[in-house]
């Protein structure tokens, strides 16, 4: 188990070193530098000044290293377009984020895992092959466009949701805990969903698949011999075991998950990683893109890293190793 | 002809005569045939329908795309018998841009898949048959650059460079899509040299580069073209994605996306900008992937019975 640990927190490591060496390069590849935006009240005496002072005349080796040891510190740089250091914006953006996709991977493997046991038990049925077609259609769909589609349906036409944001901008200030609270939860409802429904068709796709492996297996057949109901053998005995295969899916679905609340975020404004990204695009704020990517990058390395020591807490063939 | 591969030509005879039809690739070939099921032959009419839809657009749509056609009175104007998807804020054909955004969509996916099937084919042979420390050391590199989470790169190389030409964007889409086909070719490489007839080719003296290229290569690219035609629909929806925050590409090319993108400040109020393109996508997405599922059902040996899963 410790060598395992070990192994397995080095590798996050070489992540999280690889994502930072890849966006080094980027931004010393990509034209121009944090200095050479438009701005016509500067003279470029005053940008070379600001060069050699932020150490951009120096050799690229000597950058990079320079470079690591500002991640290291968390120094991430300055946004120009927000006017703050990117660290104090992302310490803002992260946990909203966190939020959002915490919310998302409840509903998504509550979801998915129900569905997916559904089909297995009822595998052949014509309710299991048309939940097989709805799950392949939703595994079509673009995060970003049913984001829009639920967003124009349930909060212009039929406003039964707020329209954006994670809170109400005027009225927040003067609720009740409570109220806040369930203020922020009607904000969330949307984006956790749309992102959920989209994870649940794979996750769904999984379990049925993990269910149909363990269902003809012999201690299952032991379970229903000794005279269990259907429903006990199923839920205490078949998916229990069939749940471990599932849980490789959490580190998996990761990457894409991050990917999904980019766009959605950006969908219904919520102020999170992705929607700051966004618009850290369009105002070409590269300090704030790079930083986003780097801190998007350390947060999959250790939500992998969560996920496979989670397996191996659940799997007792590698708790004792 | 060169010696070495005269040398190894008995061993090519010797492998497709008599050992490989012991083996399931040759053998199923009937069996094959009989397990396509009509889901794979209607998805695919549907991805040639489309494809012609794509390389017929200039007969096609009924405008030209880019044409701001009259910004005072066809500016953003709902669906009309002119105008069968409507127009956009500048006043251009829905239809016609979406028609010529096929092309872009299916293009760019199309090519970006091709490059990441080859380059990860060509990984996962070299790390599979090479084996012992090359292969550890390709595969540790390979789960860094799989655990690195691609939207996030491709936005950061997609905005400080912005805005890209085409090829650039089919280049590093592609380049950042090759991970997981290598694994899958590794893993395919493994099993697939414990068989007699790599070793009986082996014995008779055949290079490494011919064994690769001869037998090892034809019995591994099942699951590259699955894995490829499920890739194309998630690239579409990658590409609409990156056009959606407008690093996709570049204006005035319509793609899906980018429509997605031009139309993105006032959804409320001319909802078929939003509605038709991701209607395209998912259309042409769902055909792509049910055209996988089929064509995985029919290739995988494994999967015998009618009721295995996925």
Redesign the interface.
């Known amino acids: 188990m410790r060598r395992y640990l070990a192994a397995r927190l080095l590798?996050?490591l070489?992540?999280v070193v690889?994502?930072t060496t890849?966006?080094f390069f980027?931004?010393r590849l990509?034209?121009g530098d944090p200095f050479s935006f438009t701005d016509f009240t500067m003279s470029s005496a005053a940008r070379e000044q600001l060069r050699v002072e932020y150490g951009y005349n120096q050799p690229a080796p000597q950058q990079f290293i320079r470079f690591l040891g500002n991640v290291a510190h968390g120094r991430l740089g300055y946004s120009h377009s927000m006017q703050r250091n990117v660290g104090t914006v992302l310490a803002e953006a992260v946990p909203r984020t966190l939020l959002l996709m915490s919310a998302a991977l409840f509903a998504a493997f509550a979801l998915g895992i129900a569905v997916g046991a559904l089909q297995?038990v009822g595998?052949?049925s014509w309710l299991d092959r048309a939940t097989s077609a709805v799950l392949?259609?939703f595994?079509?769909?673009?995060?970003?466009?049913l984001a829009?589609?639920a967003?124009?349906a349930l909060a212009?036409w039929i406003p039964i949701f707020p329209s954006g944001g994670m809170m109400d901008p005027v009225l927040h200030d003067y609720m009740s805990l409570g109220g806040r609270i369930r203020d922020v939860l009607a904000h969330l409802a949307l984006p956790a969903l749309t992102l959920a429904l989209l994870s649940a068709a794979g996750i769904a796709?999984y379990q049925?698949?993990a269910l149909?492996d363990v269902l003809p297996l012999d201690f299952v057949r032991t379970a229903r011999a000794k005279g269990l109901g259907e429903r006990t053998v199923v839920m205490k005995h078949a998916l229990r075991n069939a749940l471990l295969p599932v849980i490789t899916l959490l580190g998996l679905s990761?990457?894409?998950l991050?990917?999904?609340a980019?766009?959605v975020e950006?969908v219904f404004a919520w102020p999170g990683m992705g929607y700051v990204?966004?618009n850290?695009?369009?105002a070409?704020d590269?300090d704030l893109?790079?930083g986003?990517?780097i801190v998007?990058?350390i947060m999959?390395?250790l939500g992998?890293l969560l996920a496979d020591l989670l397996y191996a807490l659940a799997d007792p063939r590698l708790r004792t190793r | 002809m060169p010696s070495p591969t005269h040398v190894s030509e008995p061993a090519d005879r010797l492998a497709t005569s008599v050992v490989a039809p012991s083996t399931a690739p040759v053998v199923s070939a009937p069996a094959r045939r009989a397990r396509l099921t009509g889901t794979f032959w209607w998805s695919l009419a549907l991805i040639g329908l489309l494809c012609l839809v794509a390389v017929f657009a200039t007969q096609l749509a009924p405008y030209p795309p880019n044409a701001q056609l009259d910004i005072v009175a066809l500016k953003s104007q709902p669906p009309s018998a002119a105008h069968p998807l409507g127009t956009d804020q500048y006043s251009r054909d829905l239809l016609s841009r979406m028609l010529f955004g096929a092309r872009i969509s299916l293009s760019v996916a199309m090519l970006a898949v091709l490059l990441s099937a080859t380059v990860g084919t060509a990984y996962g042979l070299v790390a599979g048959y090479v084996g012992g420390r090359v292969d550890a050391v390709m595969m540790r590199l390979l789960d860094a650059c799989l655990a690195i989470p691609r939207v996030l790169l491709l936005v950061a190389v997609l905005a400080l460079w912005s805005p890209v030409p085409l090829p650039a964007l089919i280049l590093v889409i592609g380049l950042t899509g090759w991970f997981e086909v290598s694994r899958l070719v590794r893993a395919e490489v493994l099993s697939v040299t414990q068989r007699e007839y790599i070793v009986a080719a082996r014995a008779l003296g055949a290079s490494g580069p011919r064994i690769i290229w001869r037998h090892v290569l034809p019995n591994v690219l099942n699951p590259v073209i699955v894995a490829a035609a499920l890739g194309v629909g998630n690239i579409i929806i990658l590409e609409a994605g990156l056009s959606y925050l407008g690093i996709g590409a570049r204006a005035p090319t319509a793609s899906w996306g980018s429509i997605f993108f031009d139309g993105s400040d006032a959804f409320q109020a001319t909802w078929w900008i939003a509605l038709f393109p991701g209607l395209a996508i998912i259309v042409t997405v769902l055909a792509f992937n049910v055209f996988a599922s089929a064509l995985r059902d029919a290739l995988d040996p494994h999967q015998l019975a009618g009721d295995r899963a996925r």
């Open positions: 590798q996050s070489i992540v690889l994502v890849i966006s980027l931004i990509a034209p297995a595998r052949g392949l259609l595994y079509s769909i673009p995060d970003f466009w829009l589609m967003l124009l212009y796709r049925r698949a149909l990761l990457p894409a991050v990917g999904g980019f766009f950006k990204a966004a850290a695009i369009s070409r590269y893109v790079t986003t990517v998007g990058g999959v390395a992998s």
